[in-house]
């Protein structure tokens, strides 16, 4: 009988693979209910199904910051929602507004506005809501997000209600004080600066106040939460029990951005980041709480476009001012997008309610019982859309999808360097594609749209089967079908080498 997407299991079942499912991949969404799903299907960061679609931009109105993070230099944006080392800069909440509208009338698939820095958004909330304010004036359909330490979360809780803010992000590190002074030095509070341990157990009380009270108004909450190793990784399995015992919505573990050259005090010292490795298994063991996010792109304070894609650059100031925007026909443009993914959504939903024995290309289809063949983890170089659209020497990061029987999903995404730069600096090269065979490591396959003779050798010599053929296709629809190539060529009857297990297991 055919399974309907809402009876597929809440969790993967036990001595699956852990991976709790990406935000709300398709089949999740179909199973919330209906007022969750319609505040979430089009929000890229929310569903996972949704950043194939979506995009989402950020208006860096907010300089001023309350604490200190230990992985922050206050020269640059703020790096709790943020690629660290990047500056954006700062716009008034009407530049702001035209910006958004401008964006919004170029990229139809525009659905949220956030607000992330480069400080805290409700350290400086006159400018974060006259933002809001403005922009709901002039096009409502666009939701509103916003991302923050905490520190004042409870005392803008009404106010955010008020602005009919859905979605509201809160970066929480740490549930003991103890963990949160080796993370913030201090915090600026009641007009004076608190260090260590007291500073931690007021944030941390704030934080808690503010999810509690957030929830208690139905706003969608996700929890931020930095792995530092050695600091809070083991720590962050009990803040994903307590965050969803309080109702929060998403739990997104992002790994430590630490480069001496950021001059944050976590790189000067040489706190190192997490592997992927050990993020992935984080995320897998906190997964067993909740839902997770395993797609986040770390954007910056001023990103625009899909996650994943910057094009910030097509929308300085200076460009905007000389586009004459037709709002209405943008609205009309939005509102035909959105239907167009909408009707999409439905086609496959139906196909896999009819054909439950077929193996459809599809995210959270159920090939036929009878396919056999273990699970396998494949990298695809993207450069967004949902689609195998990047060459792999210019591949910023790699999505690793775990591919089986029971299809694919996302479970992870891993930052590489460019090796690809032109011959003359071939040593540097050589070294950075070593680097991305590392990165790369565990994965048997990875598809991208094009690749050169020299990483193709580099990489089958390390155990790795590089693959151009699928180039611009859906990357649902690829991977599964490199994986039924992999198991029609008998590579996954063969005992497994453990690649995939070593990650489950832990
Ligand atoms: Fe921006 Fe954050 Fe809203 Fe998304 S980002 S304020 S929830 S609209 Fe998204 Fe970017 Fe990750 Fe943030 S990918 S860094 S989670
Ligand atoms: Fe930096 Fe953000 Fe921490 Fe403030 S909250 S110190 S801007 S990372």
Same mark, same amino acid.
């Given at each position: 009988?055919?399974?309907?997407?809402s009876e597929l299991p809440e969790h993967p079942p036990a001595g699956g693979?852990?991976?709790?499912?990406?935000?709300?991949?398709?089949?999740?969404?179909?199973?919330?209910? /209906?007022?969750?799903?319609?505040?979430?299907?089009?929000?890229?960061?929310?569903?996972?199904?949704?950043?194939?679609? @979506?995009?989402?931009?950020?208006?860096?109105?907010?300089?001023?910051?309350?604490?200190?993070?230990?992985?922050?230099?206050?020269?640059?944006?703020?790096?709790?929602?943020?690629?660290?080392?990047?500056?954006?800069?700062?716009?008034?909440?009407?530049?702001?507004?035209? !910006?958004?509208l401008a964006v919004a009338a170029a990229i139809p698939q525009l659905s949220?506005? *956030?607000? $992330?820095?480069?400080?805290?958004?409700?350290?400086?909330? =006159?400018? #974060?809501?006259?933002?809001?304010?403005?922009?709901?004036? %002039?096009?409502?359909?666009? %939701?509103?997000?916003?991302?923050?330490?905490?520190? #004042?979360?409870?005392?803008?809780?009404?106010?955010?209600?008020?602005?009919? +803010?859905?979605?509201?992000?809160?970066?929480?590190?740490?549930?003991?004080?103890?963990?949160?002074?080796?993370?913030?030095?201090?915090?600026?509070?009641?007009?004076?600066?608190?260090?260590?341990?007291?500073?931690?157990?007021?944030?941390? =009380?704030?934080?808690? !106040?503010?999810?509690?009270?957030?929830?208690?108004?139905?706003?969608?909450? !996700?929890?931020?939460?930095?792995?530092?190793?050695?600091?809070?990784?083991?720590?962050?399995?009990?803040?994903?029990?307590?965050?969803?015992?309080?109702?929060?919505?998403?739990?997104?573990?992002?790994?430590?951005?630490?480069?001496?050259?950021?001059?944050?005090?976590?790189?000067?010292?040489?706190?190192?980041?997490?592997?992927?490795?050990?993020?992935?298994?984080?995320?897998?063991?906190? $997964?067993?709480?909740?839902?997770?996010?395993?797609?986040?792109?770390?954007?910056?304070?001023?990103?625009?476009?899909?996650?994943? =894609?910057?094009?910030?650059?097509? @929308?300085?100031?200076? !460009?905007?001012?000389?586009?004459?925007?037709?709002?209405?026909?943008?609205?009309?443009?939005?509102?035909?997008?959105?239907?167009?993914?909408?009707?999409?959504?439905?086609?496959?939903?139906? +196909?896999?309610?009819?054909?439950?024995?077929?193996?459809?290309?599809?995210?959270?289809?159920?090939?036929?019982?009878? $396919?056999?063949?273990?699970?396998?983890?494949?990298?695809?170089?993207?450069?967004? *859309?949902?689609?195998?659209?990047?060459? @792999? &020497?210019?591949?910023?990061?790699?999505?690793?999808?775990?591919?089986?029987?029971? *299809?694919?999903?996302?479970? /992870?995404?891993?930052?590489?360097?460019?090796?690809?730069?032109?011959?003359?600096?071939?040593? =540097?090269?050589?070294?950075?594609?070593?680097?991305?065979?590392?990165?790369?490591? &565990?994965? /048997?396959?990875?598809?991208?749209? %094009?690749?050169? +003779? /020299?990483?193709? *050798?580099?990489?089958?010599?390390?155990?790795?089967?590089?693959?151009?053929?699928?180039?611009?296709?859906?990357?649902?629809?690829?991977?599964?079908?490199?994986?039924?190539?992999?198991?029609?060529?008998?590579?996954?009857?063969?005992?497994?080498?453990?690649?995939?297990?070593?990650?489950?297991?832990?």
């Open positions: 009988m055919a399974l309907h997407v693979c852990s991976a709790g499912r990406c935000g709300t991949d398709p089949a999740r969404l179909a199973a919330l209910p /209906e007022d969750m799903r319609r505040r979430v299907e089009n929000h890229p960061c929310y569903s996972e199904d949704a950043h194939r679609h @979506f995009a989402r931009m950020h208006a860096a109105v907010a300089p001023a910051c309350n604490i200190q993070c230990n992985y922050c230099n206050r020269k640059y944006d703020c790096a709790n929602e943020s690629r660290p080392g990047v500056v954006s800069e700062v716009l008034t909440p009407e530049q702001a507004v035209r !910006k958004t949220v506005l *956030g607000i $992330a820095g480069p400080g805290d958004p409700l350290a400086n909330p =006159e400018r #974060t809501f006259a933002t809001f304010r403005l922009l709901a004036e %002039k096009a409502p359909d666009i %939701k509103l997000c916003v991302s923050t330490n905490g520190l #004042t979360l409870p005392e803008h809780v009404d106010e955010l209600a008020r602005h009919n +803010i859905e979605h509201v992000t809160i970066t929480i590190n740490c549930i003991d004080p103890e963990i949160g002074a080796e993370i913030y030095p201090w915090i600026f509070w009641r007009n004076r600066r608190v260090r260590g341990r007291a500073a931690a157990a007021i944030l941390i =009380e704030q934080q808690q !106040k503010g999810l509690e009270k957030l929830v208690e108004r139905g706003i969608l909450v !996700k929890i931020n939460s930095v792995m530092i190793p050695g600091v809070n990784d083991e720590h962050l399995k009990a803040v994903s029990r307590t965050v969803k015992a309080k109702g929060a919505f998403l739990h997104n573990v992002m790994p430590l951005i630490s480069d001496a050259a950021h001059g944050t005090l976590y790189g000067v010292m040489g706190q190192r980041a997490p592997t992927a490795d050990e993020l992935a298994r984080l995320q897998d063991a906190c $997964a067993g709480d909740m839902q997770m996010m395993r797609h986040c792109r770390q954007c910056r304070a001023d990103a625009v476009g899909l996650l994943g =894609e910057d094009r910030g650059d097509e @929308f300085t100031m200076e !460009k905007i001012a000389a586009i004459e925007v037709d709002h209405a026909a943008a609205l009309a443009r939005r509102t035909a997008f959105r239907a167009q993914v909408a009707a999409e959504r439905e086609a496959p939903r139906s +196909i896999v309610e009819t054909v439950a024995t077929a193996v459809q290309p599809l995210v959270f289809h159920r090939p036929a019982k009878a $396919a056999a063949g273990r699970a396998v983890l494949i990298a695809v170089a993207s450069k967004g *859309g949902g689609m195998v659209n990047e060459h @792999f &020497g210019h591949a910023r990061e790699f999505l690793i999808y775990e591919v089986s029987a029971g *299809g694919a999903r996302l479970v /992870e995404r891993r930052a590489v360097d460019i090796y690809c730069r032109g011959s003359e600096q071939c040593d =540097e090269e050589t070294n950075a594609l070593s680097r991305t065979i590392r990165v790369l490591q &565990g994965c /048997e396959a990875v598809l991208c749209a %094009k690749i050169g +003779i /020299e990483p193709w *050798g580099r990489l089958e010599a390390a155990g790795i089967v590089p693959n151009g053929e699928h180039g611009m296709e859906k990357i649902e629809d690829a991977v599964m079908a490199v994986w039924r190539g992999l198991l029609t060529t008998g590579q996954l009857g063969r005992a497994t080498d453990g690649r995939l297990e070593r990650r489950i297991s832990a």
